[in-house]
């Protein structure tokens, strides 16, 4: 349940960037036709149900992050892991100041969310909004594509599509980075054009500049494109501009407090294990680690290759490990595992490495798949015991050894 | 072992200094390259002014006025004397103590001093967005190399997951590993400088952007080699003898230094271009302030480098002289690092330099012969593991009695190499030596001599001489500098050659077994007598033209050395015509494979077993005892009795009235029971069988009988043969033809008794005048 709607609200989300992203490709062209194309390109998400979905999806996804990081039972993993973890804890600062500016900026002080307003503001006002933008672009679409790839490729139809999708998961957001530079550039040429002619109508108008000048360098988006209606007198469109930025900065700081919260509440949670747990593996492979990560986590620590094809989230079966002899006590399968290992019709002492954690102890066990298991042959042999799945080459040994031990 | 650890430590240490000293040299090399690209980028306008000017001939004139004149100068700069030169480093070194204090002085204004000249060059604006497009360039060429993994991914793992058997497999694995991850890069090069071309860029953005895309292009290019040797996840494989955590540390700290070293020489561009339009070098000083920094942090970082590393090492190193040696190397490059430090800091970048390539000589040349050590052990390490498999397959299969024998040859294997190459008396133990083994010294050699000869060469480059301009430049220097690699050079190159071709020898004389009594000895025998005679001979060849070559380098003159040597050697060449003759033919016999010594043989009408070979001579026992000496210039065509097999025929005369049937099958009853003979049954090649008649005489049959048997055997058969076939008939009443005469006379009552006598010896006499064949040649 919790992981599906993980999926799903990600999946939402990614929709929307994409969408996003596709539009702003456009601005390679130029902006006049980003600007006009925008309106198609959001018409979905700006009707009712649509956003609210959008909205619960933000609001569900990074909380669910934090549940899942709460969880993790060691921080040292592999480098995919890492890069998503990272991601995901750097894109809500990231992206709050955008948030803000759109639509605070739209509800409060009346500013419409123009591509030619806000590339102005990036490219001629406020360069570092700009970085930040790219930056946030970045980060989002490597987080996206890591969770969305992650979960596809344990479809079976997956491996014939991927060869397809892999190259426009590289070309949409770079196609959308040089659409946003193409269009910037075009905003500082015509409004150096303009600024020579002794007209001044792209970015912050004028009169605006001239008013607020002391504004623009704390605070981020208070600023209007061309046709900015503002409603408000200078003076309370300063004070509300500053009010937002403030909302601003402590819902960031809030977040901060939140993600040193969970890794304060994960540390008080794995305080208790300081025990040693030794794996001894049937190709004669001896490691030894603290209690408390998954066997899974324990090997890719050590280096140890190890099939792992949905990264450690207990959908794809190919971490399975076959319990030769254990001193030390697993933990109690979930109903995840019991689940999948029932669908694989394993027997009683196989185990998914990414949910068995060992206690204290020595644990003889032997990887059943190959780690250089592919996708393609997940399906088959999930469901016939095909042959062409590569078994580890420590089958034959593995007899002998358990008669050994 | 103890050199595995002396090597790890070795490898370490010269990794992490290879990368500082690099980057030492890099701050000038920058500074000098800075001016190439505007060469390059003349506008056309200019070169059509320069080349207006070059044709004007008052402008040619002055040209070539002025070409003379420089000339000249240079001529004085070389030739003038040591004192002079020493004289000017001083005062160079004394301008530099000056430029450091100010340095110093203005080390605390430098970096506002920059920041303001970066300000009056590009505004805020500009720098973020400069920061824009790096970001995106990076994206994009780590978008490529994603990309490119998706579909290389799975073929590195399958290598990674590879567990290489031997030593080939493993340093291909790591070859392809390398490769692969070399592709990678280079998508992510194509990705990001194509984006990096496709902006337009203001000239200093373009400086500095150009240098992070090389800083992070030259970082990843040198942990994808380091990564290659080091493999610090894959003990499969590594290429060094290091376990998991020193190459993880080794791997990080060599990437922490070529980092810095790559960011120094970033840094040092970027400042030149920085302070290049500033009028009056206001900032020179802050440049070099700025150098001086980066270097001491290059030369600290180093040094936490090395003692990171020790710590860990010494924890490893096992024994006491272990951990002295490890100490010395340490302290070695720590003080090495420092004094190149110091060296650079009074700007003496010759000595500096010399120093770095002497400093790295001896222990990288020590590193490489551990290195190839190790590569050896492993391989034969790998080879024996094999062939220990090898054997207990073989045993097992085999079951045999002899199982006893194996446990011991299984055990020592794992023994030392020296060990293992004496104890020849085993068939078993002999192939034990690994074919890898003799190519060993070869190798350290080859390594010594690339090494010296590359020292030699970065040495001259750094004096500033030209190798090949050296010999006609009359410098006192020069002259003993040329001399010097002619000298090295012929030693290098006859070592080399001395140690291919004695190991060469060596290991065919080692392989050569005496033959066992009474057995002929294999092809190889030849070889025995020959090789020692070749590798003397090559010694003093090699011995004397080395000695000629000197002494030809030192400007002696051999020529009349070369012609006395000529003359005495014509003269007793003509004097010793028979004997070159003989020693040469005889090296053509030996290599015809015409005789081995003990087979049987006949030249010309001398005939006999072959009981010794000497350079110059056979020497040939009759079987009856005379012993021949034979020259092998006098042998001409040569009959060997004893190759393969040989054919022996016998006949028998038998009445006409014999029963063939019963005679062929006689015979082929004689030939299955003497196959079953215990002392020669083996022999056989082909049964005896009967080839039926041969031919009618007058008053017999020719009855034929062959067989084929190994030669030398043919004889104890034969005469075997002969007595079960005259039993055989006898006992089955066939009885062997005799020569008798039928006289028919028409009326023999008439005939007396002395009548019937005289016809009786008249017959006899007729009889006895066809005589009998003669005797049989002689056999042994």
Same mark, same amino acid.
């Given at each position: 349940m919790i992981r599906s709607l993980s999926i799903v609200s990600g999946l939402i989300l990614f929709a929307f960037i994409t969408t996003h992203l596709l539009n702003l490709t456009l601005g390679i062209f130029s902006i006049e036709l980003l600007e006009s194309s925008r309106p198609y390109f959001f018409v979905l998400w700006t009707s009712f149900p649509v956003e609210l979905l959008l909205v619960l999806a933000l609001l569900i996804h990074p909380l669910l992050g934090l549940r899942s990081l709460y969880f993790r039972? =060691?921080? $040292?993993?592999s480098g995919q892991d890492k890069v998503q973890l990272i991601s995901s804890l750097m894109i809500i600062p990231l992206l709050i100041p955008h948030l803000f500016a759109i639509k605070a900026g739209e509800q409060i002080l009346g500013i419409a969310p123009t591509f030619t307003g806000f590339l102005a503001i990036m490219w001629i006002d406020l360069p570092l909004e700009g970085l930040r933008q790219v930056l946030l672009l970045i980060v989002v679409w490597i987080h996206g594509c890591i969770g969305l790839f992650t979960w596809l $490729?344990?479809?079976?139809?997956w491996s014939a599509v991927a060869p397809y999708i892999y190259p426009l998961a590289v070309a949409i957001p770079t196609l959308a980075l040089l659409g946003f530079v193409e269009a910037g550039r075009d905003a500082v040429t015509r409004y150096e054009q303009a600024q020579a002619g002794g007209?001044?109508?792209?970015?912050?108008s004028a009169q605006i500049e001239n008013k607020y000048q002391n504004l623009y360098q704390d605070t981020s988006e208070l600023d209007s494109g061309? @046709?900015? +209606?503002?409603? /408000?007198s200078p003076q309370q469109f300063a004070a509300s501009a500053k009010a937002i930025d403030e909302v601003k900065w402590r819902v960031i700081l809030g977040y901060f407090l939140l993600v040193i919260g969970v890794f304060l509440a994960r540390f008080i949670r794995l305080r208790k294990y300081r025990e040693k747990v030794e794996i001894h593996y049937a190709n004669g492979l001896i490691i030894s680690s603290e209690v408390g990560p998954t066997l899974l986590e324990i090997a890719i620590q050590n280096d140890v290759p190890h099939a792992n094809l949905c990264h450690g989230k207990? $959908? %794809?079966? =190919? %971490?399975r490990v076959q319990i030769?002899? +254990?001193s030390s006590t697993l933990t109690v399968p979930t109903k995840l595992e019991q689940a999948m290992l029932d669908r694989l019709g394993s027997p009683a002492d196989t185990r998914l490495a990414c949910q068995a954690g060992p206690g204290p102890g020595v644990v003889h066990l032997h990887r !059943?798949? +190959?780690?250089? *298991?592919?996708?393609?042959?997940l399906h088959p042999c999930a469901d016939q015991?095909? #042959?062409? %799945?590569p078994e580890t080459n420590e089958v034959t040994s593995v007899d002998k050894k358990g008669e050994a031990v | 072992m103890i050199y595995k650890t002396i090597f790890r430590q070795w490898f370490v240490i010269i990794s992490v200094v290879f990368v500082s000293l690099l980057s030492i040299n890099n701050s000038y090399a920058a500074q000098q390259s800075i001016l190439d690209p505007q060469v390059a980028s003349l506008p056309s306008t200019e070169i059509e002014d320069f080349k207006r000017l070059l044709a004007d001939p008052k402008v040619q004139d002055w040209l070539q006025q002025s070409m003379p004149a420089t000339d000249a100068e240079q001529n004085f700069d070389q030739q003038q004397g040591f004192r002079e030169s020493f004289g000017l480093l001083l005062q160079q070194i004394r301008e530099r103590k000056l430029a450091l204090i100010v340095a110093w002085d203005q080390a605390a204004q430098a970096p506002a001093m920059i920041v303001q000249k970066w300000q009056s060059q590009m505004s805020t604006t500009e720098t973020l967005r400069a920061i824009i497009y790096i970001l995106i360039f990076l994206f994009v060429g780590a978008g490529l190399e994603w990309l490119y993994a998706q579909y290389s991914g799975y073929k590195l793992l399958q290598l990674e997951l590879r567990k290489p058997q031997s030593l080939k497999s493993r340093v291909q694995t790591a070859f392809y590993r390398a490769l692969l991850t070399f592709a990678g890069l280079f998508f992510f090069a194509l990705g990001s400088i194509g984006v990096f071309l496709s902006f337009n860029w203001p000239s200093l953005v373009e400086y500095l952007v150009l240098e992070i895309l090389i800083v992070i292009l030259t970082v990843r290019l040198g942990t994808t080699v380091t990564r290659f040797f080091l493999a610090p996840k894959l003990k499969e494989l590594r !290429?060094?003898? /290091?376990s998991g955590a020193q190459a993880k540390r080794v791997h990080f700290w060599a990437g922490v230094m070529i980092f810095i070293m790559a960011l120094n020489m970033a840094v040092a561009t970027v400042f030149d271009q920085l302070i290049?339009?500033? #009028?009056?070098? *206001? /900032?020179s000083h802050s440049a070099l302030s700025i150098n001086l920094i980066n270097n001491l942090v290059l030369m600290l970082v180093a040094q936490f480098a090395l003692w990171r590393i020790y710590l860990l090492f010494n924890t490893h190193a096992d024994g006491s002289g272990n951990r002295a040696i490890c100490k010395f190397w340490t302290l070695y490059f720590s003080f090495m690092f420092t004094v190149i430090y110091v060296l650079w800091t009074i700007d003496t970048p010759v000595l500096m330099k010399s120093l770095i390539i002497i400093g790295l000589l001896i222990p990288l040349t020590h590193l490489f012969r551990n290195w190839i050590n190790y590569l050896f052990d492993q391989a034969e390490h790998k080879y024996q593991h094999v062939r220990q498999h090898l054997i207990e397959q073989r045993s097992a299969a085999n079951?045999?009695? &002899?199982? @006893?024998?194996?446990p011991s040859a299984d055990g020592k294997? &794992?023994?030392d190499q020296e060990a293992n190459s004496e104890q020849d008396e085993d068939e078993d133990e002999e192939s034990a030596?690994? #074919?890898y083994q003799n190519y060993r010294p070869i190798a350290r050699r080859l390594m010594r001599f690339v090494l010296v000869v590359i020292a030699i060469f970065s040495l001259a480059i750094v004096w500033g001489h030209n190798l090949f301009a050296l010999s006609s430049s009359s410098s006192m220097t020069a002259k003993f500098f040329s001399v010097s690699i002619d000298i090295i050079a012929a030693l290098l190159i006859a070592d080399l050659i001395w140690v291919w071709a004695k190991t060469y020898i060596d290991k065919r004389l080692a392989d050569y077994e005496p033959p066992e009594e009474g057995h002929a000895p294999g092809p190889e025998a030849r070889m025995a007598t020959l090789l020692p005679l070749l590798r003397s001979m090559l010694i003093v060849t090699l011995i004397s033209m080395v000695v000629f070559s000197v002494l030809a380098s030192l400007g002696f003159n051999i020529g009349p050395l070369l012609a006395g040597a000529g003359v005495i050697g014509l003269a007793i060449g003509f004097g010793a015509q028979t004997l070159v003759k003989d020693v040469v033919s005889g090296i053509f016999y030996l290599i015809d494979d015409a005789f081995r010594i003990g087979e049987y043989i006949e030249v010309g009408d001398l005939r006999g077993t072959v009981e010794s070979m000497s350079v110059r001579s056979l020497r040939v026992r009759h079987h009856r005892g005379a012993v021949h000496t034979i020259p092998f210039g006098e042998l001409s065509a040569i009959t060997n009795h004893s190759r393969d097999w040989v054919i022996m025929k016998l006949e028998f005369r038998i009445p006409f009235d014999t029963n063939m049937k019963l005679v062929k099958k006689l015979i082929k009853k004689i030939g299955k029971e003497l196959l079953t003979?215990?002392?020669?049954?083996? %022999?056989?090649?082909q049964p005896l069988k009967s080839q039926g008649v041969r031919r009618m005489e007058e008053f017999n049959m020719v009855l034929g009988v062959k067989f084929m048997t190994r030669p030398g055997e043919q004889w104890v058969i034969r005469r075997e043969a002969y007595h079960k076939i005259r039993d055989t008939f006898e006992a089955n009443g066939i009885g062997l033809a005799e020569r008798n005469v039928k006289v028919q006379v028409l009326?023999?009552?008439? !005939?007396d008794e002395p009548t019937k006598q005289a016809v009786a010896g008249a017959a006899q006499n007729t009889v006895e005048q066809q005589l009998p064949p003669g005797p049989i040649p002689d056999e042994p």
């Open positions: 039972n =060691t921080l $040292r993993m $490729r344990l479809k079976a139809w007209q001044y109508q792209y970015g912050v061309e @046709d900015s +209606s503002v409603e /408000l207990g $959908r %794809c079966g =190919t %971490c030769i002899k +254990s !059943l798949l +190959s780690a250089d *298991v592919q996708p393609d042959c015991e095909g #042959p062409e %799945c | !290429l060094v003898p /290091l290049k339009d500033v #009028p009056g070098g *206001v /900032l079951a045999e009695p &002899s199982a @006893d024998a194996k294997p &794992s023994a030596v690994h #074919p003979n215990e002392d020669f049954g083996h %022999c056989f090649i009326n023999l009552e008439t !005939l």
